[in-house]
């Protein structure tokens, strides 16, 4: 079924009674007079909304350099708009009150703050510090004058600023030294309570950064260098004791050391002539090279700023130092290199006697250097020690005074163990150079054991001899954090004798250049000794008897060297 939906009309017979003729007619007067009331009502509205020149006007006051200013302008502005009509602009620095965002009502006032910046130079005074040396050759209370006292300088930049014409603020914001302080040294007679030895040749000795020698006895000391800065890697006399080869801390920010030289005088009130000899980073190797005139070899890395604190070249320079100071660099005998297994770390060298041939060791063999060749020769391999820390262990290395045998420490397997790399055990070794391979000739005398071989010494029935000293470990499977003994044994190994210091002392720390044979026999004897390092104090011990004499007590010797 279909449904539809239509506007009816109906006739007025059939519309309701109430729909009358008189009610349309009241009807439509009403809606006449509705439509009336409508439009008065909108007249009067529109009459009440301003126009749109009135719409919005407000007055706000802007004060800028030192005036004040009243501007017009629309509600919904910004402190921007308002500095747009006054025609005014900011500079870098300055600033308005409220912020430039702000919406402002009637009445606000907008404040420009002028700023102005001034940098202003001020130099400041270093003072500089003293240092007091000890030494025990001086009476009691006699003070001698090392080194003047010189102030330094720095400059300090200060930034001030100004808020229309007022200053508000000043701060550092840059600083240098223009001139570094030099310190004043000052040397303390300390009344030595050793007794002096009469010694020969010159010993020299590093003493809290710098260098001393010893001259004619042990009580006839000398300051060198008095720099305070020198760091111990590399402390050596040339073979004939007229000139120091050292390093010095550096002062580039950028370099680890410096190698520099000093030429002894004789005379002990004659200046001493320091030479820079321009070479930087050295921390394995650097040696004057035996029979020639001052020619020094060196080895370098490059400094890193991750541990150990560089990457090893494994390279080796030669230079040449002429008497008056000046350098000449010579051929270089090896290139940059990867230097074999842990690399990173860096190997050694060593001079034959007669500098006719050179040796090197590093972490994974020991050998011998082509002169001029820019290669090596492997003599012994040698496994690697895993040491779990960010240092590598290198075999010491050391020739025989007849320049026929090489004395090393070789590290070897543990039976029973698992990793050979991590074997607690070394042994002191001997590298022939004709007639044979290595020989192990002291079992398990630790990884620090430092082999020194005496001077040639001629026997009655003219056999050339010699002994070599080297350091035993207390607790050889603990070598590496052990404390140690001086030993010593002939060439051959036989004879071995350990006797400083005695039984129930405490041990030598090991170290690189822990000490140094005489060159001759003391106090007139044809018995040599050797120069000790112990408890930071020298001591002399006589191979013969045994015994030991301390020759200073300052507790700040860390190198020494004897020629």
């Known amino acids: 079924m279909r449904l539809y939906h239509s506007r009816m009309r109906l006739s007025p017979e059939e519309q309701p009674r109430w729909v009358s003729k008189g009610f349309r007619k009241d009807l439509k007067d009403c809606q006449l007079w509705l439509a009336a009331l409508i439009l008065v009502m909108t007249i009067s509205l529109a009459s009440c909304t301003p126009t749109q020149a009135d719409q919005g006007l407000i007055l706000a006051t802007i004060r800028a350099d030192g005036t004040e200013t009243s501007i017009e302008l629309t509600a919904g502005s910004t402190v921007q708009d308002v500095l747009s009509v006054a025609g005014l602009n900011l500079g870098t620095l300055d600033y308005t009150e409220p912020p430039l965002y702000s919406m402002i009502a009637s009445g606000t006032t907008v404040t420009i703050i002028r700023v102005e910046e001034e940098f202003d130079i001020e130099q400041v005074v270093i003072p500089f510090e003293q240092q007091v040396l000890r030494n025990e050759s001086m009476p009691e209370g ?3 004058l090392l080194q003047m006292g010189v102030n330094g300088i720095q400059e300090i930049t200060y930034r001030r600023v100004f808020e229309d014409g007022k200053e508000t603020s000043s701060s550092p914001v840059k600083s240098v030294i223009v001139q570094e302080a030099v310190p004043e040294i000052l040397m303390v007679g300390s009344q030595a309570p050793f007794t002096s030895i009469t010694i020969p040749g010159r010993l020299s000795y590093l003493l809290a950064g710098n260098a001393w020698i010893m001259e004619g006895s042990t009580g006839n000391r000398r300051p060198v260098v008095t720099t305070g800065d020198l760091d111990g890697r590399i402390f050596s006399l040339s073979p004939d004791g007229k000139w120091l080869l050292f390093t010095r801390l550096s002062k580039n920010a950028d370099d680890i050391n410096d190698l520099w030289a000093a030429k002894i005088g004789d005379d002990v009130d004659a200046d001493i002539l320091l030479v820079d000899l321009k070479v930087s980073n050295i921390i394995h190797y650097a040696e004057w090279r035996p029979g020639t005139t001052y020619t020094i070899a060196y080895s370098t890395v490059e400094p890193r700023s991750t541990a150990p604190g560089w990457q090893a070249n494994n390279d080796l320079n030669l230079i040449r130092l002429f008497e ?3 350098v000449r660099p010579l051929e270089v005998e090896l290139e940059t290199n990867m230097g ?6 860096g190997m050694t060298f060593a001079w034959a006697p007669d500098g006719s041939g050179m040796a090197y060791a590093r972490p994974d063999s020991i050998g011998l250097v082509v002169l001029g060749g820019n290669s090596v020769i492997p003599l012994m391999d040698v496994i690697t020690v895993q040491t779990r820390g960010d240092w590598a262990w290198v075999p010491a290395l050391a020739w025989g005074p007849d320049g026929m045998v090489i004395y090393t420490v070789d590290h070897v397997a543990a039976l029973g163990s698992g990793s050979p790399e991590e ?9 022939p150079l004709v007639g044979g391979g290595p020989v192990s000739l002291v079992s398990q005398s630790g990884m620090f054991s430092y082999p020194l071989p ?3 010494q001629i026997k009655d029935s003219g056999e050339n001899a010699y002994q070599i000293a080297f350091l035993q470990s207390i607790f050889p499977t603990q070598s590496e954090t052990s404390r140690y003994r001086l030993a010593l044994m002939d060439r051959d190994g036989s004879n071995r004798r350990i006797f400083f210091p005695p039984e129930g002392s405490s041990g030598i720390n090991p170290q690189n250049g822990w000490g140094a044979w005489s060159p001759g026999g003391l106090d007139g004897s044809e018995s040599y000794s050797l120069a000790v390092i112990y408890q930071d ?3 002399m011990v006589d191979i013969e008897s045994g015994e030991a004499r301390q020759i200073t007590g ?7 060297d004897w020629k």
């Not at 074997?423 to 590298?431: E, G, M, N, Y």
């Not at 300052?554 to 020494?560: G, N």
């Open 142 to 144: 006699q003070t001698r």
């Open 324 to 326: 008056g100071g000046q």
């Open 340 to 345: 074999g297994n842990y690399g990173w770390w």
């Open 423 to 431: 074997s607690p055990l070394f042994d002191l070794a001997a590298i």
């Open 454 to 456: 005496s001077p040639l």
């Open 537 to 539: 104090n020298l001591w």
């Open 554 to 560: 300052d507790d700040l010797v860390s190198r020494v």
